[in-house]
């Protein structure tokens, strides 16, 4: 997970650890992963196997199946993880972390036209660097909030700090609303008296806030920003799309063959998605893609919400710092399609499923 932000890196880490949590397992030495989370990411897989054999496609479809084995870090997290290992994540984490942003904070500096030239840290988009960076730094952000152990906050909140920091400055609007979800859900979770503050917090990030950083949320809902104008042209086309194909949707992989038919105003003749995650999966795996998209969220939200109720302390900064990143990265996920970008998924699907590993059922 912490080499994520290099996906060739962590394709390769990621079969060796298969094959040896296979071994493991095979050995007693590892427990057998039981949970809820495990149900509709399997229906995910298998309403994707079904959609690409059934595309107009299938050649093509199934090829783009193979992003699928990424799903096994979800039984891995339920078998593997636990409080000394999600330590041991987070101080990895936060290292690549503070590497990343660096070289961003860098790119930045020299880069001229920060809109041309955002940042991409050790990403090779800055879309993936902004969603990696968005998922980590509200990991962080739970502990920081919520850790009773004053000492973490040492390191814990110098780089969620700095990460936030860099988000701002890498002028991903999307990143941008996906961090205020994520903290105004802490805030409503831990300490929600603290919401009558946000008029204040509002007017003081207003004038702490860079010139570059204001203009480019003041276009965040504005029509007639190209950026924006395109986008709702392309959520039109992924829905009818979907609506010529809505059980099982075009078939894995073949959105962006298909767009030139569907294009709709100004949009660009060629797009590799459609830059919303609903979307995109209606229209790739149809009605039965989405709804096993929307059961995970929800199967996450409710043992979340269940655990909060019963949790230990010492797991509470784990399970509210994985729901901040979740409902982030999600909200992230209306403005771009993170839920296929490799970098970010393998962050988001470890997010989903530690809090299954740390605060077991029969707890939650």
Request: aromatic share 8%.
């Amino acid at each position: 997970m912490a080499a994520s932000i290099k996906i060739a890196l962590a394709n390769m880490i990621l079969g060796i650890a298969g094959l040896l949590w296979l071994a493991a397992l095979a050995r007693g030495s590892a427990r057998r992963p039981h949970a809820a989370i495990l149900v509709p990411i399997a229906a995910y897989a298998i309403v994707s196997v079904l959609s690409a054999v059934f595309s107009a496609d299938p050649r093509h479809s199934i090829t783009e199946l193979a992003d699928l084995l990424t799903l096994a870090l979800v039984a891995m997290t339920v078998s593997l993880l636990d409080q000394k290992r999600w330590d041991l994540l987070l101080r990895l984490m936060t290292a690549v972390l503070v590497f990343s942003t660096t070289i961003g904070l860098a790119q930045f500096a020299l880069g001229g036209d920060p809109l041309q030239h955002r940042l991409r840290g050790l990403a090779t988009h800055y879309m993936t660097f902004s969603g990696w960076t968005l998922v980590v730094t509200l990991l962080l952000l739970g502990d920081v909030f919520f850790t009773s152990d004053r000492r973490r906050l040492l390191w814990t909140l110098p780089v969620a700090a700095l990460g936030v920091s860099t988000l701002l400055l890498g002028l991903t609007r999307g990143a941008w609303i996906g961090l205020a979800t994520g903290m105004l859900l802490a805030v409503a979770v831990g300490r929600p008296r603290a919401l009558v503050l946000l008029p204040l917090v509002a007017s003081l990030l207003y004038l702490a806030l860079p010139e570059p950083v204001l203009k480019r949320a003041a276009t965040t809902f504005d029509l007639r920003d190209t950026a924006t104008r395109e986008r709702l042209e392309m959520f039109g086309s992924g829905i009818a799309m979907a609506r010529d194909n809505p059980i099982l949707g075009l078939g894995p992989g073949l959105v962006q063959p298909a767009y030139t038919d569907y294009r709709r105003g100004s949009t660009p003749a060629k797009t590799p998605h459609l830059h919303n995650n609903a979307i995109q999966i209606t229209a790739e795996r149809g009605v039965a893609g989405l709804l096993t998209y929307l059961t995970i969220l929800g199967v996450f939200g409710l043992h979340v919400w269940r655990a909060l109720q019963t949790s230990p302390s010492v797991a509470r900064p784990m399970i509210i710092g994985c729901l901040m990143a979740v409902a982030g990265v999600t909200t992230a996920g209306f403005f771009e399609y993170n839920w296929g970008d490799a970098e970010v998924w393998i962050v988001t699907l470890v997010s989903l499923s530690a809090p299954f590993a740390l605060v077991p059922r029969k707890a939650a």
